[in-house]
């Protein structure tokens, strides 16, 4: 069994900064792929930033330049830094982890995966 625990999210005015942080706790977390997901209201699930167990990256078109996927593998840990954030960033952020298609493409290709409850995210203009 995997869990993940999302903090770091919060208020924040356009232009500014947020750090999120995602435990995670399994024995083989190094070898996960890991991903960051939003959900706006009114809005589907959306896909933020992949980060596969090569190391390699993924982001959606509008997130790229302003944040960054990483992950600490002493610490059972990712993070998303998020910069020059904007009102349409607004949305809870989702940590997520796929224990079986470990690496690009098929990572989170489907639905058996796991998830975290979440941390708001809110931006102002």
């Known amino acids: 069994q995997v869990q993940l625990v999302e903090s770091g999210g919060g208020s924040v005015q356009a232009g500014g900064s947020l750090r999120l942080s995602c435990a995670v706790s399994g024995y083989a977390y190094s070898s996960y792929c890991m991903g960051w997901f939003r959900q706006a209201p009114g809005k589907e699930r959306e896909e933020v930033a992949l980060?596969?167990?090569?190391?390699?990256?993924r982001y959606t078109d509008s997130v790229k330049g302003r944040f960054t996927i990483s992950r600490d593998n002493a610490k059972n840990t990712l993070y998303l830094q998020m910069d020059s954030l904007k009102p349409e960033d607004t949305a809870m952020y989702y940590c997520?982890?796929?224990?079986?298609?470990?690496?690009?493409?098929?990572?989170?290709?489907?639905?058996?995966?796991?998830w975290g409850q979440g941390t708001q995210v809110t931006v102002s203009s």
């Open positions: 997520a982890a796929d224990t079986g298609w470990v690496r690009f493409p098929r990572c989170f290709s489907d639905d058996d995966n796991y």
């Open positions: 980060l596969d167990s090569d190391g390699r990256t």
